[in-house]
């Protein structure tokens, strides 16, 4: 079995729902077990800024889905909740990243294990940590990728209080 880390985010329409429901159409696949869930956060947009801010969360998962496989499911959801690929770090439904495969290093066309950008993304870094105290990228823990970031960069994930007691 094979445990995976997945990026959730989320900046258009009702964003909670989103994240339910994607959350809830992977779970429906018969080869992927969620583990754990991190807290919700706040964000503001990455890269492209001219957006609403984002809910992100990360989840652990088993599944014996190789990593295309997992890759090709995850496309799969984001189609099914109507996401668009028009600005790269563009608004969107809902994002599913995998961030970690096991410990595998992969670099293919259409895949990089780990996450090429997890280092500098402190709405990835500190999710993450919410539900995994042992990651590392070549050897470094991510908390230090997540304490060589700037305050301002860190203090820009804020935890997402919701009306309900567990939103997710």
């Given at each position: 079995?094979?445990?995976?880390?997945?990026?959730?985010?989320?900046?258009?329409g009702d964003?909670?729902?989103?994240?339910?429901?994607?959350?809830?159409?992977?779970?429906?696949?018969?080869?992927?077990?969620?583990?754990?869930?991190?807290?919700?956060?706040?964000?503001?947009?990455?890269?492209?800024?001219?957006?609403?801010?984002?809910?992100?969360?990360?989840?652990?998962?088993?599944?014996?889905?190789?990593?295309?496989?997992?890759?090709n499911e995850?496309?799969?959801?984001?189609?099914?909740?109507?996401?668009?690929?028009?600005?790269?770090?563009?608004?969107?439904?809902?994002?599913?990243?995998?961030?970690?495969?096991?410990?595998?290093?992969?670099?293919?066309?259409?895949?990089?294990?780990?996450?090429?950008?997890?280092?500098?993304?402190?709405?990835?870094?500190?999710?993450?940590?919410?539900?995994?105290n042992n990651?590392?990228?070549?050897?470094?823990?991510?908390?230090?990728?997540?304490?060589?970031?700037?305050?301002?960069?860190?203090?820009?994930?804020?935890?997402?209080?919701?009306?309900?007691?567990?939103?997710?």
């Open positions: 079995m094979n445990k995976v880390y997945l990026g959730l985010g989320t900046n258009i964003r909670l729902n989103y994240l339910k429901q994607a959350i809830s159409k992977l779970q429906s696949n018969k080869d992927i077990n969620i583990t754990k869930k991190s807290k919700l956060y706040e964000t503001k947009a990455w890269g492209y800024t001219k957006q609403d801010d984002f809910l992100n969360m990360c989840i652990e998962i088993e599944t014996n889905l190789s990593p295309i496989e997992l890759l995850c496309q799969k959801v984001e189609l099914e909740l109507n996401r668009e690929r028009k600005i790269r770090w563009g608004p969107r439904t809902i994002d599913i990243d995998i961030l970690f495969f096991n410990d595998i290093i992969l670099q293919e066309e259409k895949l990089e294990i780990p996450h090429p950008r997890i280092k500098e993304r402190a709405f990835v870094l500190i999710p993450l940590l919410d539900i995994s990651l590392k990228i070549n050897d470094v823990h991510i908390n230090e990728y997540l304490e060589s970031l700037t305050a301002e960069e860190r203090e820009e994930v804020k935890e997402f209080i919701g009306n309900e007691e567990k939103p997710i």
